[in-house]
């Protein structure tokens, strides 16, 4: 197809994708003559998953590129295809980042069972910004930092990666890709637009007075009266 | 105490202070003479929240003052004041929404309980967009959506609510909003983070072979040999 056939197809504008075709983002078409190239489906799918990363990922030009990098190696191996592209994912911290904070984040990851998280994987030190953070606001969170907390949210991970790891092996590396960052972009903001939904139910439900502020009590402490 | 001061207990630079001032997030200190201005700690605890939401919710500008507006705004009820930050937290969607993503929005909403959920909330629309751009790159999290997912989610937010809804009702305003807001912006990042670490874990602990294409068959088939 034409790239104004591949621009209507795919919804992205045909300047971005000169642009993306510049940046080594997309293959270039099979040139046809001077200033013609055909695209096919493979185009198509990576326009489509190109799309998904920026518009609800948010993912960084410079992130796109790293993740497309790691799916063209084909030197590399499945895992470390993953790998690299997990990691594309994770925000890098704004700010230093304590050793206090650190160790904080490392016993977590201990404390819930979690053995199999690289020494070296960057989401250890976004964990620890994101503690260092809560820190610095005073934002009471201990009662949050309980075992059943962590046992909903790996519970959770659970489910994901049971559908989204590559147990299909005939699946080429563009769709395993796909899958995970799926998995890690799309059904992160898809979990926090339900989390999000859930909040304000039972925040709604709670407010018993029209300022919100006093709740009715809970059965326990009428009792009491 | 003076601006200088003032950006070395919050680590907000001088020009930045002075930036938030102009906009309007952060009211002007006591002036103490022609170029010369007394801050309190008022203007410690605001930065302090401006900075978190900055950095590490990524929220813009112009959704920190929709929620200044509606902090600083005390004909609003305290009610009122969480609807208009909760709103201010939720993305926009970035792409027109078919009805159909708006149906299957409601319908699952409806589906999990969510009873309270304003008919008016953006999230609503928020959750159509990404049930749609997870169609339109078909991906397959068809198994995802079933209650025990949505179950999880609900226990986690809930959790949630529990500790960090306003039932102090000696809190000021900008108090409740910061736990509110913390709530959905900072625990929002450290439940991904902590998702992410459980994905790498699940991901690893299933990645049997080095390439990671094929982990061990589970005990039940492994039974049927």
Same mark, same amino acid.
Request: net charge negative; proline share 12%; charged share 30%.
């Given at each position: 197809m034409r790239v104004s056939e591949l621009a209507e197809q795919t919804g992205v504008s045909v300047s971005t994708i000169k642009y993306y075709v510049r940046e080594g983002l997309l293959p270039p078409g099979n040139r046809l003559g001077e200033r013609r190239a055909s695209y096919d489906q493979r185009h198509v799918a990576r326009l489509r998953l190109l799309r998904a990363l920026r518009e %609800?990922?948010? %993912?960084s030009v410079s992130d796109l590129k790293t993740i497309v990098l790691a799916i063209d190696?084909? #030197? /590399?191996?499945v895992h470390q295809m993953f790998g690299a592209a997990f990691d594309a994912l994770t925000r890098s911290a704004a700010q230093p980042v304590t050793k206090e904070s650190l160790r904080d984040a490392d016993e977590l990851v201990d404390r819930v069972g979690w053995? /199999? %998280? /690289?020494?070296? #994987? +960057?989401e250890r030190r976004r964990l620890a910004e994101i503690l260092q953070v809560i820190d610095s606001i005073g934002a009471d969170i201990g009662p949050l930092r309980k075992t059943v907390y962590y046992e909903l949210v790996d519970a959770i991970a659970a489910l994901e990666v049971d559908r989204?790891? +590559?147990? =299909?092996?005939? $699946? =080429?590396r563009d769709t395993l890709v796909r899958r995970m960052v799926v998995g890690q972009v799309l059904l992160g903001e898809f979990l926090l637009s339900l989390r999000r939904l859930a909040h304000e139910h039972h925040s709604a439900s709670r407010s $018993?007075?029209?300022?919100? $502020?006093a709740p009715a009590p809970p059965p326990d402490s009428s009792a009491k009266t």
């Open positions: %609800v990922g948010g %993912v190696d084909e #030197s /590399r191996t053995t /199999r %998280v /690289r020494s070296i #994987s +960057p989204l790891d +590559p147990l =299909d092996p005939t $699946a =080429d $018993a007075r029209p300022d919100g $502020a």
